[in-house]
């Protein structure tokens, strides 16, 4: 695949950040408000200026992404385009950068567009952030290569770089009119009660269910990705987590009956799942620093002994 490089044409990346901003209605000399210093805080953690106005305290909007066809011509139209192709064909445009076989939208459904499948839109709203499990302020440069490290198994993109350029100049497009500080219907991903899971019956729910996309060893196919094995995410990612995975697998799997297995069935197959050897992540023992290790992290934190 030929990606496009308009970086070769666009003057600089503040220039397609200004244009997008003419585009949201956005004041682009408005500075970002501090991020929250508590993990208490980072589901409502405020995002940068260049989004739409602040929104007041926990106001939820409609789940709304722009259509293709308002792509605008020029360099921000070839930086949005390129971004999104990155997302879309991440292992193939980015060889040097990601281990796995996942792409990002093989966990950001339909394009980051679908609710309870950690949808994209108004992610640039919410960033800057607090980040509990590593201890300090995070831009959406931090997220977005904490995705290429641990669910993608690579290495970081140069924070400066084109790449990611036009990844945070998409994220932004697809954002638009998301007011700074807002939560969007369906963000992230539905909160199950948790349940023990059992991994004989998670077999069992893999084999039946699962098989026919992900493969009978779980290495994938051509239509789904491993998960598990060397090409698969790694133990530091989200979806590493029963809890996380449950939810996925509650919502959005399998991917042509979604929403047909009960919570149970989830955390059955979440269970065998996570439970399956995948690749290890150095410095996993760092996360979490100040304490607030979710109970369904599956590895030792030094911060472990801090109370939660």
Sequence with gaps: MRVLTPLQRCASSAGCLAALLACNGAR?????RPPPTHPASMATAPGPAWSTPAAAHGTVVPLRAPSDSEIPAGPLGESIR???????????????QVRSRLRCLSCHLDD???????????VSARYPTYSARTGRAYTIEDRINDCFRRSLNGRALPADGSDMRDVVVYLAWISRGVPIGASVQGQGLRTLTP???DTA?????????CTRCHGADGSGTVVAPPLWGSRSFNIGAGM????????FIR?????DRPGSLNDQQAFDAAAFIVSRPRPDFPGKENDWPNGWAP??????TRGASRKN
């Design 28 to 32: 682009p000399d408005t500075p970002p």
């Design 82 to 96: 390129r971004g999104h192709a990155l997302l879309a064909a991440t292992a193939d445009s980015l060889p040097k």
């Design 112 to 122: 980051g567009r679908r609710a309870n499948a950690s949808p994209l839109v108004g």
């Design 195 to 197: 349940l023990i899971g």
């Design 201 to 209: 019956r998670g077999r069992a729910i893999f084999t039946q269910q």
């Design 240 to 247: 590493a987590r029963l809890r996380t995975a449950a939810a």
């Design 251 to 255: 919502d959005n799997m399998p991917f």
């Design 295 to 300: 109970p369904d992290v599956a590895y030792a």
